[in-house]
């Protein structure tokens, strides 16, 4: 079964520090996605990065990077030096290439203190 | 390029009413997916409609219900309407189906059953 999940409910961090959202995943498929968005207070889901299972290259864009690891089924997303307009809630997703929907974690609210 | 436009952004109902809900895709997209939000069970995949055509259904009861236009515009109805349906519904789009696809995401009609 799939099944996504972000085991930290929330984090809150001083602006500056770098901070990392972890996300755990389950599938049966040798063939899936896997996604992070971010969702600000207006409420639309934000796409950040999609990756796919024969892909474990670590990605970095700007102050953020992801760290694939298919050994440990994580997906882990790091924000460094945190700035305020981080704070949102952040989701891990998957979707198994025969099947449409994603599956969200439960997210994670970030708060990023000034 | 216009996102994803959801109409209307908030709404309240009454138990027993029913509603509907629209969605705009990006100018291309052919397809449409709807997401519940609610804090309990946090984001779950109602439907997909990729050229008119549902091809996935989440495990919602019948009430929840779907269309989607030549347009590619997609409405989702909900009958019956309970205290429990209260919740932000997504909508989001691609260009194409299929696992793994980059979904965006509108701002959300937050509905709100008394």
């Known amino acids: 079964a799939q099944k996504v999940t972000q085991a930290q409910t929330e984090i809150s961090v001083v602006e500056k520090e770098d901070v990392t959202l972890d996300c755990v995943y389950e599938?049966?498929?040798?063939?899936?996605?896997l996604f992070w968005y971010k969702q600000p207070p207006s409420g639309e889901l934000v796409f950040l990065i999609r990756r796919n299972s024969f892909d474990e290259q670590n990605e970095i864009s700007g102050r953020y990077s992801w760290n694939f690891q298919k050994s440990t089924s994580s997906f882990n997303f790091t924000i460094t030096a945190s700035q305020v307009v981080d704070s949102a809630v952040y989701f891990c997703?998957?979707?198994?290439?025969?099947?449409?929907?994603?599956?969200f974690g439960k997210g994670t609210r970030l708060h990023i203190l000034p | 390029k216009a996102g994803v436009t959801q109409t209307p952004r908030y709404l309240i109902k009454t138990r027993g009413q029913q509603v509907t809900l629209s969605c705009s895709p990006i100018?291309?997209?052919?397809?449409v997916s709807w997401y519940q939000q609610t804090p309990g069970q946090g984001l779950q995949f109602l439907f997909e409609y990729f050229s008119e055509t549902q091809r996935n259904k989440g495990n919602f009861p019948g009430r929840f219900s779907g269309r989607q236009f030549s347009n590619s515009r997609s409405e989702m109805n909900v009958s019956t309407l309970e205290l429990g349906d209260s919740a932000l519904y997504l909508c989001?789009?691609?260009?194409?189906?299929?696992?793994?696809?980059?979904?965006?995401f509108g701002q959300g009609t937050r509905l709100t059953v008394v």
């Open positions: 989001a789009s691609s260009h194409r189906t299929g696992g793994g696809t980059e979904a965006f």
């Open positions: 997703a998957l979707s198994e290439v025969r099947d449409d929907k994603i599956i």
């Open positions: 100018s291309g997209h052919r397809s």
């Open positions: 599938t049966r498929d040798t063939t899936y996605y």
